[in-house]
Antibody
Framework: QITLKESGPTLVKPTQTLTLTCTISGFSLSTSGVGVGWIRQSPGKALEWLALIYWDADKRYSPSLQSRLTITRDTSKNQVVLTLTNMDPVDTATYYC?????????????WGQGTLVTVSS | EIVMTQSPATLSVSPGERATLSCRASQSVTRNLAWYQQKPGQAPRLLIYGASTRATGIPARFSGSGSGTEFTLTISSLQSEDFAVYYCQHFNNWPRTFGQGTKVEIK
């Protein structure tokens, strides 16, 4: 059974760096073809694709946020970590991690419950 | 970056009726398209991938069609649990992008 769970701060101040952890179970980050991505959703808004990391540590980022985003994985801990620097109130959102499937990690078939991050001083 | 445009923004449908949702890509994505359903307070759920293949456990009343730039999600007979927001997402190239969503509400 594949599960993912996000963890991290619920409140960050403007200019701070956000670090979120996705803890996975039911699959291995070392298995060929596996990928985990991060997606966010501002309150009442649409989904926004952020970043993706493959089993071989190859990474993909949203061009609009690439300068601020870093995605890494720790296979020994079964975790994927997302950092977003220089947080701003517009970054207030629910952040989801998700398992991706299909060829080059095309779509997300298992999602975490999401974690709401508020940016406020 | 490919822009995904969904229409309508809101669709009012009576239970038992058919719902047709549209998704348009700013350039061809061949059949590299997925659909998700999201209910309030929940994570999205994968419905369709490859434009027309239902994900595991998805009822047959959900069907997807289209290719290139025009796609459709059809719910043949709306059940109470189908009232939700639906998103399309392309996976033709990077970055993957989502549409802005269509809310299906009770008429």
């Amino acid at each position: 059974q594949i599960t993912l769970k996000e963890s991290g701060p619920t409140l960050v101040k403007p200019t701070q760096t956000l670090t979120l952890t996705c803890t996975i179970s039911g699959f291995s980050l070392s298995t060929s073809g596996v990928g985990v991505g991060w997606i966010r959703q501002s309150p009442g808004k649409a989904l926004e694709w952020l970043a993706l990391i493959y089993w071989d540590a190859d990474k993909r980022y949203s061009p609009s946020l690439q300068s601020r985003l870093t995605i890494t994985r720790d296979t020994s801990k079964n975790q994927v970590v997302l950092t977003l620097t220089n947080m701003d109130p517009v970054d207030t959102a629910t952040y989801y991690c998700a398992h991706c499937s299909g060829g080059t990690c095309n779509y997300f078939d298992y999602w975490g419950q999401g974690t709401l991050v508020t940016v406020s001083s | 970056e490919i822009v995904m445009t969904q229409s309508p923004a809101t669709l009012s449908v009576s239970p038992g009726e058919r719902a047709t949702l549209s998704c348009r890509a700013s350039q061809s994505v061949t059949r590299n398209l997925a659909w998700y359903q999201q209910k309030p307070g929940q994570a999205p759920r994968l419905l369709i991938y490859g434009a027309s293949t239902r994900a595991t456990g998805i009822p047959a009343r959900f069907s997807g069609s289209g290719s290139g730039t025009e796609f459709t999600l059809t719910i043949s007979s709306l059940q109470s649990e189908d009232f939700a927001v639906y998103y399309c997402q392309h996976f033709n190239n990077w970055p993957r992008t989502f549409g802005q969503g269509t809310k299906v509400e009770i008429k």
